[in-house]
């Protein structure tokens, strides 16, 4: 199978395991630290967003430790738990994108209501040799042909004497949404995926990380935060503005994004006290050991 071929199969794969999970009766989220179970057994469970999801676990473990049970999953990103928050699976979806219109139709006997944690950046990140040999800013045009396939070389951009190799987010991820909402605006549909050998899907940040450190040449959409302590990677400065906190709160750099703790309805019982922790100065604190802005930063709190 091809590398395209192994991309999109990879994709639906993806896409079909969020709508089974969606339409199913759907097994219980668990991970080392919780039991699993649903409301019926008194566990909160938390799902979704890979960005979220470090913010969470740390907020778990705390309130575990005093008797509360939860368990915290991030399987199919943001749109997969707001899929499980729709078919009534999870009490909190994590989101780093903003409920769509289509989430609403999809559900529409669930109340949505997100509630703001923090705001992250999402970066064009590349390897270091690639930002060394040259390529350190890139405007919109620019990613737009990167990331449709025809750019072959990176000294087509300026840089080394490289082969591209691009790993594009899988549908649904709120990664893939912010970057496909600046190269094409918010109404305007992506192209295909291009016709190249030197293209995959990917999906949670973690796995996109790796992809990238092990793969010379390679770039793709990912949150800032992850690549802090990772010296293989680098981001790229986007229209000449880098991905920094002040770019972030000054709404300078074009690809911030909200992160959301999403629930049906306005919070309540376990749902609350865990978005109440979350939302607490301690909880805040959690948000910046991820290397998110938090309320405060942002002037919300």
Not at 96 to 102: R, Y
């Amino acid at each position: 199978m091809s590398r395209t071929a192994h991309a999109r199969w990879t994709g639906l794969v993806a896409v079909a395991a969020i709508v089974a999970g969606a339409c199913g009766n759907g097994g219980p989220t668990s991970d080392a630290g919780g039991a699993a179970g649903g409301t019926g057994s008194g566990t909160l469970r938390v799902s979704g967003s890979t960005t979220v999801n470090p913010v969470a676990a740390d907020a778990a473990e705390v309130l575990r430790a005093k008797g509360m049970r939860i368990t915290v999953d991030s399987q199919g990103g943001s749109a997969g738990g707001l899929a499980q928050l729709g078919a009534g699976q999870v009490e909190i979806a994590m989101s780093s994108k903003e409920v769509s219109d289509a989430d609403k139709a999809r559900f529409p006997d669930v109340d949505f209501v997100s509630t703001e944690i923090g705001q992250d950046a999402v970066g064009v990140i590349l390897r270091r040799e690639v930002a060394d040999g040259g390529v350190t800013v890139l405007d919109k045009a620019q990613l737009q042909a990167l990331f449709e396939g025809r750019v072959a070389n990176w000294k087509e951009l300026g840089g080394p004497d490289l082969a591209v190799f691009v790993y594009d987010k899988e549908p649904g991820r709120g990664t893939r949404e912010v970057l496909d909402k600046y190269l094409y605006g918010k109404d305007v549909k992506a192209p295909p995926p291009p016709q190249s050998d030197n293209y995959a899907i990917v999906g949670g940040n973690e796995e996109t990380r790796a992809k990238l450190e092990s793969t010379p040449g390679s770039v793709g959409p990912l949150s800032t935060s992850f690549i802090s302590g990772h010296p293989k990677l680098a981001a790229l400065e986007v229209d000449g503005v880098a991905p920094t906190p002040a770019t972030v709160k000054d709404g300078s750099y074009p690809m911030s994004r909200p992160l959301f703790l999403v629930t049906d309805g306005p919070p309540a019982g376990a749902a609350e006290k865990f978005i109440d922790y979350v939302l607490s100065a301690e909880g805040q604190k959690l948000v910046n050991r991820h290397g998110y802005l938090n309320r405060a930063d942002l002037g919300l709190a």
